[in-house]
């Protein structure tokens, strides 16, 4: 599925993007099935497991920043995802070994759907090794206009950014850190059915959703197997027991098996901590962490 060129442009710049990445159909199963679950959020007034609202949300007018987990909550997103064309994606650019970190869908609502602040999926979650990416599949069309998501080519290899606000982890960037180099951001746009590939380290963010659709982008962050989770992350298994850590991490196999040996590689970690105040989603992490806006930051022209 990956030709060569791919493959270093990947190793490269730290993203890739790649156009008809599922089949129509199953493309439209997903609007289906993504559409009722958008439906369903009518009837609540606050978040929950499943939810992450936006401010405004209401019966009438539903607006979501997140569905959590999608792949536990109903077969058609595990299956997109375990199938090829993805799985020969993913272990061209990870290892025969690829195990699911997390999933998201991340529907940002038209009229100004909340922005990600600028941030390295790394700084949130670091393990032995950083073979970890996040796959963005787009549900409906991408464009400039509705928060597409934007990316700092090569700052993979650069350092751990500073995410504290206050000396708190606020899971997002100070614009105005001199190491933050805005103007060389790359906007990944596409047509439904496209999808975004970004290293765990990565720069990345998305402004608001200014037009009068929804982004819809369903996110799968995955990694080799042999990278192990470094305690004290902001991860899935954070606070479980040894024997419920692994039984989960067998569940989480996309394609492989997953190795007891850890590959540990000599590179930048800094952990997520002390915590914000509320770290139920990268949204509540942000806002409650006292994250400055990329977006709205009087200190950037
Ligand atoms: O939805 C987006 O535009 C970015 C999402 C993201 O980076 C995240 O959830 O970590």
Request: charged share 20%; aromatic share 6%.
């Amino acid at each position: 599925m990956l030709n060569r060129d791919q493959i270093m442009f990947y190793e490269e710049n730290g993203y890739l993007v790649i156009e008809d990445a599922i089949a129509p159909e199953q493309l439209d199963a997903l609007g289906r099935v993504t559409g009722e679950f958008i439906e369903r959020s009518r009837q609540l007034s606050g978040s929950d497991d499943v939810y992450d609202l936006d401010a405004g949300h209401s019966a009438a007018e539903p607006r979501l920043t997140r569905i959590k987990l999608p792949h536990l909550l109903h077969p058609i997103y595990w299956d997109t995802l375990s199938v090829a064309p993805m799985t020969a994606i993913l272990t061209a650019l990870l290892s025969p070994n690829v195990r699911l970190h997390t999933s998201k869908l991340n529907t940002k609502a038209p009229g100004g759907g909340a922005a990600v602040e600028w941030h390295q999926d790394w700084a949130f979650y670091p393990h032995t090794n950083d073979d970890l990416l996040a796959v963005g599949l787009m549900l409906e069309d991408v464009t400039e206009e509705n928060g597409a998501l934007m990316v700092i080519p090569g700052s993979h290899k650069g350092p751990v950014l500073d995410h504290t606000s206050s000396g708190v982890f606020c899971g997002a960037v100070d614009p105005a850190d001199p190491l933050f180099d805005l103007a060389s951001a790359v906007t990944l746009t596409g047509k439904a059915g496209t999808i975004s590939l970004h290293h765990v380290r990565t720069l990345h963010g998305s402004a608001p959703n200014m037009s009068d659709r929804a982004r819809l982008l369903l996110f799968y962050e995955c990694g080799a197997a042999d990278a192990w989770p470094i305690n004290g992350n902001s991860g899935p298994f954070t606070g479980m027991p040894q024997a419920a850590m692994w039984d989960d991490m067998q569940k989480r196999m996309i394609c492989g098996s997953q190795p007891r040996a850890a590959r540990l590689e000599p590179i930048p970690v800094i952990m997520p901590v002390p915590p914000a105040p509320d770290s139920s989603s990268i949204f509540k992490v942000q806002k409650s962490g006292g994250a400055v806006s990329a977006f709205c930051d009087p200190r950037v022209a």
